[in-house]
């Protein structure tokens, strides 16, 4: 690997990426003590993957405290699509930057069926983290019965267009789209990696005519440390987002054990 890398450092596939979700699972001691945990894990690896840790926003002040200056990446999970006003309870994208986080998960399924976000609040959630610097993990896919009628590609492809509308992506230095099936979060059900195969091609197409060519595809949903290595070891998969697997210290390390193999 180093050797191909001195030959010619472009024919090797950039490293692969983990983000841990860790949802509303976490108080701010557990968050601060699993980070904790996954820097110590880390500490004396020459290769890791790109590894984002993404807890809830009361504990990113102190996780980014914990990660310093490890190699360890802190996302939100969420941003308001507005710059500053009188909108009580919402997060900006500069406050995310404030505190320490490099990135932000936009457009999770969760927030778009619990917080009732449409595709425009995504589009403008995406153009604030653009504007703010903040690497966009934009999540899309399609709900159980849109892939029933064989219409997930077209599903996504909406999706895609929401969010590139709004923004200019082809100045973007990193740019991550999960795609996550919704049926497949949080139920043990994960599609054939033939599938994610199919869908990572579309939005990589999708994302080339729109003039950016470095986005990074992961796939996310039940992932676990027993089938990570068939969706990180594929070509078109980037890396992964994973929610449950992600928030036990073991579990987690597994994974981005798996991941750094791959990578
Ligand atoms: C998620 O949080 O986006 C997710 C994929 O969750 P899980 O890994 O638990 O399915």
Redo the contacts with the bound molecule.
Sequence with gaps: MMFARLLSPYRCPPMKILVA?W?MELGVRESVALARGVVRGLRGLKEVPHVYLAPSHPALTDVAKVLGRSRVLLAAQDVFGEVQGAYTGFVSAKQIKEVGAGAVIIG?SERRMFAGETDADVARKFAQAVEHHLDPIV?VGEPAAVRENGEALAYVHDQLDAILASADVSKRRRLIVAY?PIW???SGVTPTIHDVREMHRAIRERFEEAGMERVSVLY????NSENVYEFVSDSEVDGV?????STRLNSLMELIGVVSEVS
């Design positions: 979700n949802k999770h999540c996550e497949a979060i949080g996310g949903g039940s992932v987002l994973v929610g449950g697997a």
